[in-house]
């Protein structure tokens, strides 16, 4: 078993309050590492019929099964638990009591703010980082073919290749997580809708273009976002709001969690295509950027990551905003570092006055400038 950095967080926080919530995609581990922080509770997986009926039709004799509480997954499929979990929290004095698990961050906010608001902890866990594979000696050397491979933890444990796995995945997800959030009857069309997402990663979101090439209105290209929000499949980055006197762009930025799912729906097969193909460089800055919120969220702390650009073009990778102190990335897939590579951090620094930053990139060498700026390689991206 890897083990997880949220692995220390996810203990503090059942440490310190009476229920924890720990979300993400499916299969990106959390029953994993369920059973191991809390491997003396029981645990029940409400994707079970025969515990998910029990559960909906007596949900109080459910819970009683539990004095001492339990770990319940996907909980979110049985909404009426939330409200008789409410009452047991706040007659005991206990921490840790009940460990909530599930790949639905709307549907499991929504109830969560209804009945255990104040009561309960919040985590995501998403697939596996970076810095979590290079431990184990499982990260690849080359950052194709960390990209190709991307982050899920079946990849790495039941070695199957990833362009087999990953269409099973988007298969599945299609078929039967999309139904429980939403109730879209053509499949079909959400499924041509999500590769078009794929197709623009590290774009901006434009919701009309993105309706018409999909052949669906501006309502239900929001609608469908959202469920891909919800269920970890992408984020959106948005663009910081300081303007430096000059009009800045307001629309975010389309990004997948993990760059093998992308690549999977671009009907990338291997890390040759992925090397020669138009996204390329695209998907190494979904890459690196995902990486950055990886980071975050696996110290429990909030998403501070933002890109900048103005209306004439002049662009910022990323922006990290470290409580009013801004830090520039810049992103570049080549593996080989140009001047170039600092166009847009010579321009933030003359219009901000604040001679730092960092490049980021698909090489190996790590050098720090004279000028305030840095190169990173693409595997330290998370220490930033």
């Given at each position: 078993?890897?083990?997880?950095?949220?692995?220390?967080?996810?203990?503090?926080l059942?440490?310190?309050?009476?229920s924890?919530?720990i979300?993400?995609?499916?299969?990106s581990?959390k029953?994993?590492?369920?059973?191991?922080?809390?491997?003396?509770?029981?645990?029940v997986?409400?994707e079970?019929?025969?515990?998910?009926?029990f559960?909906?039709?007596?949900?109080?004799?459910?819970?009683?099964?539990?004095?001492?509480g339990?770990?319940?997954?996907?909980?979110?499929?049985?909404?009426?638990?939330?409200?008789?979990?409410q009452?047991?929290?706040?007659?005991?004095?206990?921490?840790?009591?009940?460990?909530?698990?599930?790949?639905?961050?709307?549907?499991?906010?929504?109830?969560?703010?209804?009945?255990?608001?104040?009561?309960?902890?919040?985590l995501?866990?998403l697939?596996?980082?970076?810095?979590?594979?290079a431990?184990?000696?499982?990260?690849?050397?080359?950052a194709?073919?960390?990209?190709?491979?991307?982050?899920?933890?079946?990849?790495?444990?039941?070695?199957?290749?990833?362009?087999?796995?990953?269409?099973?995945?988007?298969?599945?997800?299609v078929?039967?997580?999309?139904?429980?959030?939403?109730?879209?009857?053509?499949?079909?069309?959400f499924?041509?809708?999500?590769?078009?997402?794929a197709?623009?990663?590290?774009?901006?979101?434009n919701?009309?273009s993105?309706?018409?090439?999909?052949?669906?209105?501006?309502?239900?290209?929001?609608?469908?976002?959202?469920?891909l929000?919800?269920?970890f499949?992408?984020?959106?980055?948005?663009?910081?709001h300081?303007?430096?006197?000059?009009r800045?762009?307001?629309?975010?930025?389309?990004?997948?969690?993990?760059?093998?799912?992308?690549?999977?729906?671009?009907?990338?097969?291997?890390?040759?295509?992925?090397?020669?193909?138009?996204?390329?460089?695209?998907?190494?800055?979904?890459?690196?950027?995902?990486?950055?919120v990886?980071?975050?969220?696996?110290?429990?702390?909030?998403?501070?990551?933002?890109f900048?650009?103005?209306?004439?073009?002049?662009?910022?990778?990323?922006?990290?905003?470290?409580?009013?102190k801004?830090?520039?990335?810049?992103?570049?897939?080549g593996?080989?570092?140009?001047?170039?590579y600092?166009?847009?951090?010579?321009?933030w620094?003359?219009?901000?006055g604040?001679?730092?930053g960092?490049?980021v990139?698909?090489?190996?060498?790590?050098?720090?400038?004279?000028?305030?700026?840095?190169?990173?390689?693409?595997?330290?991206?998370?220490?930033?």
């Amino acid at each position: 078993m890897i083990i997880r950095i949220a692995d220390k967080e996810i203990r503090v926080l059942a440490s310190m309050y009476k229920s924890l919530a720990i979300v993400g995609p499916r299969q990106s581990g959390k029953t994993t590492l369920a059973k191991h922080i809390f491997g003396s509770k029981p645990y029940v997986s409400l994707e079970n019929p025969d515990a998910r009926q029990f559960a909906e039709s007596d949900p109080r004799g459910f819970l009683e099964q539990y004095p001492n509480g339990a770990v319940l997954d996907e909980i979110q499929r049985v909404p009426q638990l939330f409200s008789y979990l409410q009452q047991i929290i706040d007659e005991s004095s206990e921490t840790g009591l009940f460990i909530l698990w599930g790949s639905n961050n709307f549907l499991l906010q929504e109830n969560i703010s209804q009945s255990l608001a104040g009561r309960i902890a919040y985590l995501f866990l998403l697939p596996f980082s970076i810095e979590e594979l290079a431990k184990e000696g499982l990260l690849p050397s080359d950052a194709y073919q960390a990209m190709f491979a991307g982050g899920y933890p079946p990849i790495y444990d039941l070695k199957i290749p990833p362009s087999t796995w990953y269409l099973n995945y988007i298969r599945t997800y299609v078929e039967r997580d999309v139904r429980q959030i939403k109730n879209i009857t053509n499949l079909g069309a959400f499924e041509r809708f999500l590769r078009l997402c794929a197709g623009r990663v590290g774009q901006l979101l434009n919701m009309n273009s993105l309706g018409i090439e999909a052949g669906v209105d501006h309502k239900t290209v929001a609608s469908w976002l959202g469920v891909l929000e919800s269920s970890f499949i992408v984020h959106l980055l948005r663009p910081h709001h300081q303007n430096f006197n000059k009009r800045i762009v307001k629309m975010p930025k389309l990004y997948f969690y993990d760059t093998g799912l992308a690549c999977a729906l671009l009907g990338i097969q291997n890390e040759a295509q992925l090397v020669t193909h138009p996204l390329r460089g695209s998907l190494f800055e979904n890459f690196i950027i995902s990486e950055m919120v990886k980071t975050r969220f696996n110290k429990n702390e909030p998403n501070n990551l933002y890109f900048w650009r103005d209306s004439t073009g002049n662009e910022i990778d990323v922006i990290i905003d470290k409580g009013g102190k801004l830090y520039p990335v810049e992103i570049k897939s080549g593996k080989t570092v140009t001047d170039d590579y600092f166009k847009g951090l010579n321009f933030w620094s003359k219009i901000t006055g604040a001679a730092e930053g960092v490049v980021v990139y698909a090489g190996d060498a790590q050098q720090k400038r004279s000028n305030g700026m840095e190169v990173r390689p693409w595997n330290q991206a998370g220490e930033l």
